[in-house]
């Protein structure tokens, strides 16, 4: 069974940092893709960024020039480096891995960290 586990989110004021990690493991299928999603209350999730192999990071217009992806493939790990927060990225952040089945890509979610930018 594929397991998310993603860990680094605080509360953190107007300006601030903050790195988010995603460790992957359990997986049988190699990854094709790792990234970040956002649930604001009531809000629909969102993507915020994402790295698929053989690609350019995507990123949600709204993080763009603050937030960055990266990958250490070696140890199926994601993490986002987040700059300049503001309250509007208020959100529980979401890991999210597509593995390559072959045939197919399953869709694997990590249980969230919460992120909180307030003073």
């Known amino acids: 069974q594929v397991q998310l586990v993603e860990s680094g989110g605080d509360l953190v004021q107007p300006g601030g940092s903050l790195r988010l990690s995603c460790a992957a493991s359990?997986?049988?299928?190699?990854?094709?893709?790792m990234g970040w999603y956002r649930q604001a209350p009531g809000k629909e999730r969102e993507l915020v960024a994402n790295?698929?192999?053989?690609?350019?990071?995507n990123y949600a217009d709204s993080v763009k020039g603050r937030f960055t992806i990266s990958r250490d493939n070696a140890n199926n790990t994601v993490f986002l480096q987040m700059n300049n927060l503001k309250p509007e990225d208020t959100a529980v952040y979401y890991c999210?891995?597509?593995?390559?089945?072959?045939?197919?890509?399953?869709?694997?979610w990590g249980q969230g960290t919460q992120v909180t930018v307030s003073s």
């Open positions: 999210n891995a597509l593995l390559d089945e072959g045939r197919r890509l399953s869709n694997y």
């Open positions: 359990g997986n049988r299928f190699p990854i094709f893709s």
């Open positions: 790295s698929a192999n053989n690609y350019r990071p």
